[in-house]
């Protein structure tokens, strides 16, 4: 049997699955913890993948493996290639007044979507580069090359030689806010507004490239492209047109495979690519499995205690709505805000009634993504629910009522592994297609009756929140 990896290292910990490279059967997995926080040391991403490889088993007979990550993340290597300074991670808002100026120097949303496809928030990569610049010029005049979260980790399963070997793939290039998915080119010029210099970049290599050789362990393989893990996840769904994911993790995100590129100014759908050579626009919040995490604590309950608690109150818990901005947010792009309760009464100031308004407020700043999407003319006839807030019963039974839609909740699985497995099997065939694995096993499907009461009340009070002190 022919054995291939994946890897999701996503912002909470590292997951690793091994299946068989014909069929995609799942032969062995594993996986380790992130430390928390916004801003990380690149190693502590790299210790976990060994630790995730050694729970799975090793890889020793692994002939392929891909790297799907966490997007946007900041590394910035000097010119021997180390690691600069600790990463800056996709939810950390420090660079979000960058990303106003940058906004304007190149003159305006609209401006940015014709470039890149989206329009910059604090979330981007370059955005990063440009709140280095203005704050720590030292460090930024050092930088000589800068990648991705998952580009930095192929390289050191490729042994890190010089920068000029790194590799990343057009899905998270996408994200960077200097590369274009309309000419599937670096905008240079938009590394010098933020970075204030030009630098090295990582090599887009193709959907199905093989972009060097992993030297861990003592089996040379394969290594894939890899990808951004929304990409990754779509691969390892098999999503087609029409299909929508919505992955319910530290982000949350609602996201499609388009056959055209997407540009929006309105800056609430991001015009990414795919990993297959396509597009993915996704609309992405900073509040998602954390607020299910918050309101647990909050109850002194586990997830199954809250699930329970949100299923007893009634649809629209009485009037009681969460706006879930808790880490800001960056969809609508509100990076100082706060969250906050509104709808306050005696009557609904239960347990039940405030487990019910956080699982709502999470998931109707999740359908707003997904009109959002529709408003970008992207289909919406299938809905798959993903991530580790996809296990909460209440999630599951709650989705399909503010959706609108019934929801399909697939055998829980690693699917950004997943899909990156799929891609290191496609990079070892050499195929012109990505392997026909079963696509996303059996699929859970949720009905309910649409609740249109529920998003119109959150529509009602979204608004009304406060900046976190300065
Ligand atoms: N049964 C559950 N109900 C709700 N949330 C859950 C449940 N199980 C795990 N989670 C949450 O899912 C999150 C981890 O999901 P994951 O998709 O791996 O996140 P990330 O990709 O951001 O690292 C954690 O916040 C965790 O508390
Ligand atoms: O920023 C985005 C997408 O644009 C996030 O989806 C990150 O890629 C992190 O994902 P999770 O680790 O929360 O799944």
């Known amino acids: 049997m022919t054995l291939v990896a994946g890897v999701d290292s996503s912002t909470q910990s590292c997951k690793i699955v091994i299946r068989d490279a014909e069929t995609g059967a799942l032969v062995r997995s594993g996986r380790a913890s992130h430390p928390d926080g916004t801003e990380i040391a690149p190693s502590h991403w790299w210790d976990a993948l060994q630790t995730a490889v050694a729970d799975a088993g090793g890889l020793d007979d692994v002939d392929a493996i891909s790297v799907g990550g966490q997007q946007h993340g900041m590394v910035a290597l000097d010119a021997d290639g180390k690691v600069v300074r600790d990463a800056l991670l996709w939810n950390d808002t420090r660079s979000a007044g960058a990303a106003l100026d940058l906004t304007t120097e190149l003159g305006g949303p609209d401006a940015w979507a014709a470039a890149i496809g989206s329009t910059p928030v604090a979330s981007f990569t370059g955005t990063k580069l440009r709140w280095m610049r203005d704050n720590e010029p030292e460090n930024a005049a050092r930088t000589a090359a800068v990648a991705l979260p998952h580009d930095w980790l192929t390289w050191q399963l490729a042994g890190a030689a010089g920068i000029d ?38 090599r887009v290599a193709g959907p199905s490239e093989q972009a060097g050789v992993s030297t861990f362990g003592s089996r040379r393989a394969v290594l894939g492209a890899g990808a951004g893990d929304n990409a990754a996840a779509a691969l390892g769904l098999g999503l087609q047109p029409g299909d929508v994911a919505i992955s319910i993790g530290t982000s949350g995100v609602v996201s499609a495979i388009s056959t055209t590129p997407v540009a929006d100014g309105s800056g609430l759908v991001a015009g990414f690519a795919d990993a297959t050579g396509a597009y993915l626009p996704l609309a992405c919040t900073l509040n998602a499995s954390r607020v299910l995490d918050a309101a647990a604590r909050m109850l002194g309950v ?39 309760l509104h709808g306050m009464r005696l009557a609904n100031t239960t347990p039940a009634h405030l487990a019910r308004a956080a699982v709502e407020g999470m998931l109707c700043a999740l359908a707003d993504g997904m009109e959002a999407l529709r408003a970008q003319g992207v289909p919406v006839r299938r809905v798959f629910l993903i991530g580790g807030g996809a296990q909460s019963e209440a999630v599951r039974r709650i989705a399909p009522s503010v959706l609108g839609l019934d929801v399909s909740v697939p055998t829980p699985g690693e699917y950004v592994a997943d899909g990156a497995a799929r891609q290191a099997a496609w990079a070892l065939s050499g195929a012109a297609e990505a392997p026909a694995w079963a696509a996303a096993g059996e699929a859970d499907v949720y009905s309910a009756d649409p609740a249109p009461q529920v998003r119109a009340q959150y529509a009602a009070v979204r608004e009304l929140t406060a900046d976190r002190p300065a």
């Open 165 to 202: 070997t790194l590799v990343t793939d057009r899905s998270d290039a996408s994200g960077t806010a200097y590369w274009s998915p309309f000419t599937e080119d670096y905008r240079r010029d938009l590394l010098e507004l933020a970075l204030g210099h030009d630098a090295v970049l990582p």
């Open 302 to 340: 586990d997830h199954a205690g809250l699930s329970e608690l949100a299923l007893a109150a009634p649809a629209g818990a009485d009037g009681l709505v969460l706006v879930p901005y808790l880490e800001g947010e960056r969809t609508p792009n509100k990076p100082d805000a706060t969250g906050a």
